[in-house]
């Protein structure tokens, strides 16, 4: 694994440092230290078991409404690392809740006691909608690439992301509890799913380098028919994540066959992403 540097590890935006300095002022500190305590915890649990599965962690940022833990492995992991890794973050709030219910059992339920259920609870329920960047929309994400190719799942995630955010806000509008905390989330939400869609061919050659350097010859082999004339990267675009594909040309003169890892390496050693299929057959051959 890539060691991360730990003096750039943690990265606070600078509006939660302008934010502090207002709460300060207006005596609402002890609510912002809450919140980013239990911010903290939860970014804690990605953190713990990404390190465990070795992934490669760039840092973990805090912004206005909470954090995020950027790293490499976004698409490109197994799929259970990828769910393990994700719902560690949810996974802390229950048993903050747990403690925290114990404890107003055994004591007055204090303010800060009370503070804290409160934001576990709509950090947990807020952060397991299908919206991307959450943990909602990248279990959404991982559960498409099971029954879509990988570049359809891109697809799907963004359409339904943006389409529970404008639920969202017109139910917030709807119930008379639109606040400019509401606005500005909504707006970095757009803004990260635009920034996902402009990026997600990156994202999917990152996915098709990973899958050649690893191999998934594990995975339950598919026979995909395709066009003589097809390009390499026209076929690459059908590949999902759960199956390991065998390639099957259909031409005038006989069917042949090849493996997607041939594809591959087209791609990446041979720099041939536009060459028809039936010229990476006869070289095959």
């Known amino acids: 694994m890539t060691k991360t540097n730990k003096t750039s590890l943690v990265h606070i935006h600078p509006v939660v440092i302008l934010f502090a300095l207002v709460a300060l002022l207006t005596g609402a500190f002890l609510e912002l230290l809450v919140l980013f305590a239990v911010v903290a915890i939860h970014e804690l649990g990605h953190y713990m078991v990404a390190q465990h599965y070795n992934w490669r962690i760039q840092r973990i940022v805090f912004w206005l409404f909470g954090g995020a833990m950027d790293c490499e492995e976004h698409g490109s992991r197994p799929f259970k690392e990828q769910v393990l890794?994700?719902?560690?973050?949810?996974?802390?709030?229950?048993?903050?809740?747990?403690?925290l219910y114990m404890l107003s059992s055994f004591t007055s339920p204090t303010a800060v006691i009370e503070l804290a259920i409160h934001y576990n609870w709509?950090?947990?329920?807020?952060n397991l909608l299908p919206i991307w960047p959450l943990d909602g929309g990248k279990l959404a994400f991982y559960v498409l690439t099971q029954f879509?190719?990988?570049r359809n799942s891109q697809t799907l995630v963004i359409w339904l992301?943006?389409?529970f955010i404008l639920m969202v806000a017109v139910l917030l509008v709807m119930q008379s509890v639109w606040t400019l905390h509401g606005m500005m989330l909504a707006l970095f939400l757009l803004i990260e799913n635009r920034l996902e869609w402009k990026r997600r061919t990156y994202t999917f050659i990152r996915y098709l380098l990973y899958r050649k350097e690893r191999g998934w010859?594990?995975?339950q082999t598919k026979l995909v028919k395709v066009d003589e004339d097809e390009t390499v990267w026209q076929v690459l675009k059908r590949i999902r994540c759960n199956r390991n594909h065998y390639y099957v040309l259909s031409p005038s003169y006989g069917?042949?066959?090849?493996?997607?890892?041939?594809?591959l390496d087209a791609y990446f050693d041979a720099k041939q992403p536009s060459a028809p299929m039936k010229q990476i057959v006869a070289i095959q051959d």
């Open 85 to 99: 890794v994700t719902l560690a973050g949810p996974v802390q709030h229950v048993w903050m809740l747990a403690a």
């Open 161 to 163: 992301s943006g389409t």
């Open 255 to 263: 069917y042949r066959m090849t493996h997607e890892s041939v594809c």
């Open 148 to 150: 879509f190719t990988y």
């Open 122 to 126: 709509l950090i947990l329920c807020f």
């Open 217 to 219: 010859e594990h995975l």
